[in-house]
């Protein structure tokens, strides 16, 4: 649990206000507000999306496949679905920095709750509807990319800028993750390819039982109609205003989005 001396309200509102433009955004979190270890870095966490909104998602992701992961949680003011195959036109203005990312997203057809008995990697897939193409807009709520420890972006939500959830499939068992090509476009120009998966996590389906076993229980785990996006396929990607993305995962789905 975090220290009782650290106030993670506190915390979160200085991330809050930078979001709606009610303070200047700071380089970092004041040194007394900064979180030390994950534990305080969620509880800000929880507490900005708590003040922000409904849960609608979740953000996992890890550095390798022997590494904790990390979650952040997504309210559905930043979650954007295509309808009938057509771009989705986001303001480029509505973003400090853009980072582009391509991801594969899991769609939760039944509710996790929390139990005593873990849940396997056969239960969790089996509470998927469908497994989507996405990309994920990387932002911040700081006045600069990347200059602030590790907690402070995760109390800041990992970075979280938008989602957009593109095709995919309803056939979650026949998706197999570690051979899924993937090809994230920028202007009509291949910015990143790979052949098989681009993920240093490794299976996504560890950082999904994770997620339901772990990650997820401190704003009430995973429900019915989440997306939960599982890291970069690509890595990050910054564009400029008017840039039109396109991620592309041959035989599952695409994702396209333009910052007008």
């Known amino acids: 649990m975090p220290d009782t001396a650290f106030d993670p309200f506190a915390s979160a ?65 930043s979650i954007w679905i295509e309808r009938a195959g057509l771009p989705v036109h986001l303001p480029a203005a509505g973003f400090a920095v853009m980072g582009v990312e391509a991801e594969l997203v899991y769609e939760l057809g039944a509710d996790l709750p929390a139990r005593a008995a873990p849940y396997t990697a056969a239960e969790v897939l089996g509470a998927m509807a469908s497994v989507h193409a996405a990309i994920e807009v990387c932002d911040t709520r700081f006045a600069a990319w990347a200059q602030q420890g590790e907690w402070s972006r995760m109390a800041d939500q990992a970075c979280h800028g938008a ?68 890291g970069a396929c690509t890595g990050t990607v910054l564009v400029a205003p008017g840039a039109q993305v396109l991620a592309d995962f041959p035989g599952l789905g695409r994702a396209e989005l333009h910052l007008d």
């Open 13 to 77: 509102a200085v991330i809050t206000m930078s979001r709606q433009s009610r303070t200047p955004r700071p380089l970092d979190l004041p040194a007394a507000l900064r979180p030390r270890n994950a534990a305080e870095a969620y509880a800000v966490q929880d507490a900005v999306v708590r003040e922000r909104g409904e849960v609608a998602g979740w953000k996992v992701g890890a550095a390798s496949p022997q590494a904790l992961p990390a979650r952040a949680a997504l309210t559905a003011d």
């Open 163 to 230: 989602l957009v959830v593109g095709t995919g499939t309803a056939n979650v068992l026949g998706v197999q993750p570690l051979a899924q090509g993937v090809t994230l476009s920028v202007n009509g120009a291949v910015a990143v390819e790979h052949a098989g998966w681009g993920n240093p996590a490794g299976d996504p389906v560890r950082l999904l039982v994770w997620l339901a076993n772990e990650g997820a229980l401190s704003l009430g785990g995973l429900r019915a109609g989440h997306w939960v996006t599982t």
